[in-house]
């Protein structure tokens, strides 16, 4: 069974950083295109980043040159380093799995707030 768990949410005042974590366990981590997508109130879930087993990495233009997506196979986890956040940046982050079938972490609030 496929479970993935975030980490690392919370409030930020705006020019902050926030470092969010993923555990995963049932998979073959390392074959595995780890991401984060984010949902917004009232929005549809949009990608925030994805890194592929080979390291390849893949970013939104909103996040891009802020956001760094990082992965490590020994723990099966995968990061993503978010500096200079903006209140635009608020949103569930959700961490995603995808191989042959996806899945879904529960998702970690990120709120960037003065």
């Known amino acids: 069974q496929v479970q993935l768990v975030e980490s690392g949410g919370g409030l930020v005042q705006p020019g902050g950083s926030l470092r969010l974590s993923c555990a995963a366990s049932?998979?073959?981590?390392?074959?595995?295109?780890m991401g984060w997508y984010r949902q917004a109130p009232g929005k549809q879930r949009e990608l925030v980043a994805t890194?592929?087993?080979?390291?390849?990495?893949n970013y939104a233009v909103s996040v891009k040159g802020r956001f760094t997506i990082s992965r490590d196979n020994a723990k099966n986890t995968v990061y993503l380093q978010m500096n200079s956040l903006k209140p635009e940046d608020t949103a569930v982050y959700y961490c995603?799995?995808?191989?042959?079938?996806?899945?879904w972490g529960q998702g970690t609030q990120v709120t960037v707030s003065s």
């Open positions: 049932g998979i073959f981590f390392s074959m595995y295109t």
């Open positions: 890194i592929t087993s080979g390291e390849s990495t």
């Open positions: 995603y799995a995808g191989r042959l079938s996806e899945s």
